[in-house]
């Protein structure tokens, strides 16, 4: 398994902005953020497989990009225009294999998790 070490929450007011970051003890070539909210099963957010292919969820699509520098062994995630809906624990994770397309956003696809990082979204 990797070692993923999550940074860069914090608290913002709406329409606001912040970039998460993810270092990775190694190279993985699929790796995704998750969120969870209180009371709420984990969802996902946005992944990215090799250098630059992405799919994100509806409820964040226009205002979240996921990137990643493979020389940093580096994931992020800038969030901009932030709601109060995106209050939530994020978390960074990585699959142990080669992903499909469809399973890309499942949090049982990935096998290594980071410890979170809290971005709270005040109105």
């Known amino acids: 398994q990797v070692q993923l070490v999550e940074s860069g929450g914090g608290s913002v007011q709406a329409g606001g902005s912040l970039r998460l970051s993810c270092v990775a003890s190694?190279?993985?070539?699929?790796m995704a953020w998750f969120r969870q909210a209180p009371g709420k099963e984990r969802e996902g957010v946005a992944a990215?497989?090799?250098?630059?292919?992405?799919t994100y969820a509806d409820s964040v699509k226009g205002r979240f990009t996921i990137s990643r520098d493979n020389t940093k062994n580096t994931l992020y995630l800038q969030m901009n225009n932030l709601k109060p809906d995106d209050t939530a624990m994020y978390f960074c994770?990585?699959?142990?294999?080669?992903?499909?397309?469809?399973?890309?956003?499942?949090?049982?696809?990935?096998?290594?998790w980071g410890q979170g990082t809290q971005v709270t979204v005040s109105s």
């Open positions: 990215i497989v090799g250098s630059s292919t992405t």
């Open positions: 994770a990585a699959a142990g294999s080669v992903l499909a397309w469809s399973v890309l956003l499942r949090q049982y696809s990935y096998n290594s």
């Open positions: 190694a190279y993985t070539y699929s």
